[in-house]
């Protein structure tokens, strides 16, 4: 190194000296413009105009107070939340919101952990605005939703299935919506009838009964939708299991993978066994794909596939999930379209 060379790295480093070496009111000025930016939101071109400086000083200073630990930027989210999983399922998949939980220790089998409605409760609580209508269909998962609900903003709510068995509306979706309404202050429209009628006649004829009408007329009102999503396996579709052997088989022939409000899809996220939703009372998907936030509530291990092929249909925008649900997602073949494309994949 020759000696112009050494001059200016010496310069360099005199000025770098200088530089952590702030004066005492360097140092006073520094923080009361922190300050100023951090905590009380104002511009750098107001705290260029309080100080008498230009607002290439004031960067200059706020950076230099980030480098000597005057001001120390901290992201911090609850502990249950994985921010950084979080992030990335939402960009794989399009989504607008993405939320993933800490799964329970020695529970990754099991599906939809209780935390999960907690959490997505506190989301609804975000979405939700006054003089919306809010969509539950039936499903564990919206049930701990609504259990745990403590605010909601007045709006009206609708259930958008019927119950998996109608001797116990009063313990499920019926008392989900009674419960989110009773919170908002907003009216109830449940329905009183099961998901799953013998034939489609029968579902005819309930759609027309008076309360169940009214209900339906609220579908294509809706605003925010909450739905969960089941694996074609017992204990974890509702479907699924209300059917007969025979049945089961048939729709599995056809290669169901998931099920969501009584509509089955396929592992690309397609429709499969149309027959299925004339028997079911239930929103139509072409309603839930004009609904402008379509939460899915669902996680675990098992149902990851599951999930991956409701988010792969375009009729979700958002999800609620844990780790090792988003563990398998991250890694389920290639990125899919976004979620916020919502158009039927069905469709040329």
Known sequence: MNSSEENAVSGMSAAGRSAMRMGPAELVQAAAMARRFYLEGKSKIQIAEEFGVSRFKVARVLETALERDLVRIEIR?????????????????????????????????????????????????????????????????????AAALDRLPPCTVVQLTGVYDAGTAERGSVEAVRRAAQVSGGDAHPIYAPMLLPDAATAQALRHQTGIARAFEYFDKVTVACVSIGSWEPGISTVHDMLTDEERAHYA????????????????????????????????????????????????????????????????????????AADYLMAAGPAPRSALNRSDPDSP
Request: with cysteine; aromatic share 2%.
């Open 77 to 145: 989210v609850p502990a249950e939340l994985d921010a950084e999983r979080s992030d990335a399922l939402r960009a794989r998949y399009g989504l607008r919101h993405a939320v993933v939980v800490e799964s329970p220790a020695d529970t990754e089998e099991t599906p939809d952990p209780e935390n999960l409605g907690e959490v997505a409760a506190d989301l609804l609580g975000e979405l939700v605005d006054e003089g919306d209508v809010l969509g539950l269909a039936w499903g564990r998962s919206t049930i701990h939703m």
């Open 253 to 324: 022939s056809l290669g169901v993978a998931a099920e969501m409000s009584a509509h089955l899809f396929d592992s690309d996220g397609r429709r499969v066994g149309r027959d299925l939703g004339e028997r079911c009372i239930t929103v139509k998907t072409d309603q839930l794909r004009r609904v402008p936030e379509v939460v899915a509530i669902a996680g675990g291990q098992r149902k990851g596939p599951a999930i991956d092929a409701v988010l792969r249909s375009g009729l979700v925008t958002s999800l609620v999930t844990d780790t090792s």
